[in-house]
């Protein structure tokens, strides 16, 4: 089996506080996965890493079969990542920030990959306006285009649609959803809403205090732990 992230009794450490310690798993090279967490439970600190914009203090990680720290510019062509709590230059026009993005990437006729996505983000009447005059949930979908523009085989998300009104938390679910499944990579989200994870992941990770608490698919963890969704699962965390 190929394996999109491959991590390895991995530990970091910040002065005394141990974010993560000593933590294994690995992904699939495609599918929806799910990355949950308390506050300070070392989700960022994780997603950091993987990035390849912190060093572990321990372990390995692999992302697409190549080992980040002897590989990463190579890898990076194939990764992304998208979080509406990273603005992208606010002076700038939609169109600028990701005809910029793109040739970061390398993209080829980046026009073109940017005006389709626009399109199917319903978002290509905004190519022109500057993205800081933008709604939260406009810059989401600006967000998400930027991520998609090198079409990566892995897509980091960190709660994509945080502060988005239902509809269109449930339009941005509905597209990842729909371009996962066609261009057949992995996408793992990063997520405090319940009721999203369960019904677009068929795996997830918890972490508890740098460690991982459990992992399973969201179904098996609920009914192993004799709860009723997921979010009294992940409730009676720490308790």
Known sequence: MQYSIQVKSLSKSFGKFKALNNIS?????????????TNGAGKTTLIGILLGLIKPTSGSVKILEHNIDNDKQKILKYVNFESPYVDLPRKLTVRQNLIFYSKLYGVKNPKSKIYFLCKSLKIEDLLDKNFGSLSSGQKTKVGICKALVNKPKLLLLDEPTAS????????????????????KMC???ASHNMKEVEEVCQSIIILNRGEIFMNGSPCELVKNNNCENLE?????IGK
Do not use: W
């Not at 988005?164 to 371009?179: E, G, I, K, Q, W």
């Open 25 to 37: 798993f690995e992904l699939p090279y495609k599918g929806f996965f799910g990355l949950l967490g």
């Open 164 to 183: 988005l009104d239902p509809d269109t938390s449930l339009f941005v679910r509905n597209f990842l959803m729909n371009y996962q499944k066609i261009n």
């Open 187 to 189: 996408i793992l989200i």
């Open 232 to 236: 009294e699962l992940f409730i009676g």
